[in-house]
């Protein structure tokens, strides 16, 4: 697996939010994710060194962190991205670490299935439409067709224990994930809602009614508590 930074933190998102875990973020994606503001401004996904001008990274080493994790408290490996499903050794490299009594979360946009690593845990973040916002025709057309997560959703929902993670950017997302929620049939206490943005202005900005909307419909609030905490940073 190519990856680009490894590094111990507190699990930011979702189900295991505060977890310790060591995050492994491969690179390379098979989207283009840009969300547009109410100012206008254009936030582009959070890890460009992965997407957009994707770094050329380095190979993992899985024995190298079994040995650096050995003694230490950590029990989750989190292997997210960029999109880690791109990676043809993720299903090996995922086994691995729960061969090692690690608990495993895979963070995926859900436009890939992998059979055959049923141990991990899959947060499956979908984009929605409002993630279309890119200027360039060229990556919009990109990532438009690449973005077709429904069916590998279903397997993902079949085969392993999961959550789903929407980046909310407006008031009309919800419509969107209503709908998805009931063509996929996902239980609401699977899915998680965070607000768009990768600054406190942006969060501010959504963090409201966000926590209503979840109220509304049965679902669960998660921050970006790396970002809340320490900015848009690398590592952290
Ligand atoms: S799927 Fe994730 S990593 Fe890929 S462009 Fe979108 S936000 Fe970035």
């Known amino acids: 697996m190519k990856i ?23 690179t390379g994606c098979n989207l283009r994710c840009a969300w547009k503001n109410k100012d206008e401004s254009v936030t ?5 060194y992965t997407s957009w001008q994707p770094e050329k990274g380095y190979e993992l080493n899985v024995d190298k962190v079994l040995e650096e994790l050995r003694g230490s408290k950590i029990e ?13 050794d993720l299903r090996e490299v995922s086994n691995r670490f729960n061969d090692n009594s690690y608990i495993v979360t895979v963070e995926t946009n859900g436009t ?4 055959g690593m049923e ?3 899959i947060s499956i973040s979908p984009k929605l439409k409002s993630s279309y916002a890119q200027l360039d025709e060229r990556e919009r057309q990109f990532h438009v067709r690449n ?22 950017n407006q008031h ?20 998680y809602l965070m607000p768009q943005g990768i600054s406190e202005e942006q969060f501010k900005e959504r963090q409201h009614w966000l926590f209503r909307v ?14 809340d905490i320490f900015g848009n940073v690398r590592g952290s």
Request: aromatic fraction near 12%; include cysteine; glycine fraction near 6%.
């Open 4 to 26: 680009v930074e490894e590094f111990s933190t507190l699990q930011g998102e979702g189900k295991y939010l505060g977890v310790p875990s060591y995050f492994i973020r491969s």
């Open 44 to 48: 582009v996904c959070d890890t460009p």
């Open 76 to 88: 989750h490996i989190v292997l997210t991205g960029g999109e880690p499903t791109i990676q043809p």
């Open 112 to 115: 890939r299935y992998h059979e």
């Open 119 to 121: 141990r991990a845990f």
């Open 147 to 168: 973005n077709d997560f429904i069916e590998s959703t279903r397997s993902w929902m079949r085969s392993n224990n999961y959550q789903l993670k929407f980046v909310v």
């Open 172 to 191: 009309s997302d919800m419509s969107e994930i209503v709908e998805l929620q009931e063509d996929l049939q996902v239980p609401g206490n699977k899915i």
């Open 214 to 227: 979840c109220q509304q419909y049965g679902f669960t609030y998660t921050p970006r508590m790396h970002i």
